[in-house]
């Protein structure tokens, strides 16, 4: 039994969307507990509960010892705001748990994987569950939490570090106590509703603040606002440019974003999940 505690360190789920996650984990993955702590469906104007009761339940999943990993429930702003204390407060039995999300809570994954806690795993968030492709997602993290590796981003080949990130997410880390060391690392970044010259912006940003990167890949960018003139290079374009500018290896596209073709990407080198 992996026993699978679910928390919202930025922004609330809906208990109809909780439900949808607990009904496809018992009738596909009985192997698997899942829990929602309560403050999930907490609400303090945009955030799941303040600070500090978004803080708490953070700490509540990780320092528990019957539990084997944490789930993030969802991205949207706000996990930046706890990320530093939460570390700061994680103990002996934190260290030995999966922690998965992505977007918004790759401020948690940097902070957690620049401290040496735990693992840190981009993946899709149980607020996916009531789409038939949000649930193919969920699915993948369900049976990396098994150990079932088939949903790893196919690029990752064990024996070179990789981590992966929203870009204006890694934008806003880089600078502050939650940025990891990336060096070495093939790094993959995705983007959603940015307009194209601010995906250009934050390029422009990270390749003057990155260090020396094994090679950066490129996931989806989706829900690209129309400008009232054209920028004149397309995502990939500009993510060529930039990692030309500043001697980044360009090695091509990652299956990672705000799609339902979103894989999972374990940080570091790939390994299979830490459960005691």
């Given at each position: 039994?992996?026993n699978?505690?679910?928390?919202?360190?930025?922004?609330?789920?809906?208990?109809?969307q909780?439900?949808?996650?607990?009904?496809l984990?018992?009738?596909?993955?009985?192997?698997?507990?899942v829990?929602?702590?309560?403050q999930?469906?907490?609400?303090?104007?945009?955030?799941?509960?303040d600070?500090?009761?978004?803080?708490?339940?953070?700490?509540?999943?990780?320092?528990?010892?019957?539990v084997?990993?944490?789930?993030?429930?969802?991205?949207?702003?706000?996990?930046?705001?706890?990320?530093?204390?939460?570390?700061?407060q994680?103990?002996?039995h934190?260290?030995?748990?999966s922690?998965?999300?992505?977007?918004?809570?790759?401020?948690?994954l940097?902070a957690?994987y620049?401290?040496?806690?735990?693992?840190?795993?981009h993946?899709?968030?149980?607020?996916s569950?009531?789409?038939?492709?949000?649930?193919?997602a969920?699915?993948?993290?369900?049976?990396?939490?098994e150990?079932?590796?088939?949903?790893?981003?196919?690029?990752?080949?064990g024996?070179?570090?990789a981590?992966a990130?929203?870009?204006?997410?890694l934008?806003?880390?880089?600078?502050?106590p939650?940025?990891?060391?990336?060096?070495?690392?093939?790094?993959?970044?995705?983007?959603?509703?940015?307009h194209?010259?601010?995906?250009?912006r934050?390029?422009f940003?990270?390749?003057?603040?990155?260090?020396?990167?094994?090679?950066?890949?490129?996931?989806?960018?989706?829900?690209?606002?129309?400008?009232?003139?054209?920028f004149?290079?397309?995502?990939?374009?500009?993510?060529?440019y930039w990692?030309a500018?500043?001697?980044?290896?360009y090695?091509g596209?990652a299956e990672?974003?705000?799609?339902?073709a979103?894989?999972?990407?374990?940080?570091?080198?790939?390994?299979?999940?830490?459960h005691?």
């Amino acid at each position: 039994m992996t026993n699978i505690a679910i928390c919202a360190p930025a922004t609330p789920i809906t208990r109809e969307q909780a439900a949808a996650l607990e009904a496809l984990v018992a009738a596909e993955f009985p192997a698997h507990r899942v829990t929602f702590h309560e403050q999930c469906f907490a609400q303090a104007g945009h955030f799941a509960g303040d600070d500090l009761v978004r803080l708490s339940a953070l700490l509540d999943c990780a320092n528990d010892p019957a539990v084997d990993a944490v789930w993030f429930a969802k991205g949207g702003y706000g996990s930046n705001r706890i990320a530093e204390a939460a570390v700061a407060q994680m103990n002996s039995h934190a260290r030995a748990k999966s922690y998965v999300g992505f977007s918004d809570c790759g401020y948690l994954l940097a902070a957690l994987y620049r401290n040496g806690i735990g693992q840190s795993v981009h993946g899709s968030m149980p607020v996916s569950a009531r789409s038939e492709g949000g649930r193919e997602a969920l699915r993948r993290v369900l049976r990396w939490f098994e150990g079932n590796t088939s949903g790893v981003e196919p690029s990752l080949d064990g024996a070179t570090p990789a981590a992966a990130f929203n870009l204006i997410t890694l934008a806003m880390i880089s600078g502050t106590p939650l940025m990891p060391d990336l060096s070495g690392h093939v790094l993959m970044v995705e983007e959603v509703s940015e307009h194209l010259y601010a995906i250009d912006r934050l390029f422009f940003h990270l390749s003057g603040v990155l260090p020396r990167l094994k090679g950066l890949r490129l996931g989806s960018v989706t829900n690209i606002p129309e400008n009232y003139v054209e920028f004149g290079q397309n995502e990939e374009e500009i993510a060529q440019y930039w990692c030309a500018r500043a001697g980044i290896p360009y090695l091509g596209r990652a299956e990672i974003g705000h799609t339902s073709a979103n894989k999972v990407v374990p940080f570091g080198l790939a390994s299979p999940p830490q459960h005691h």
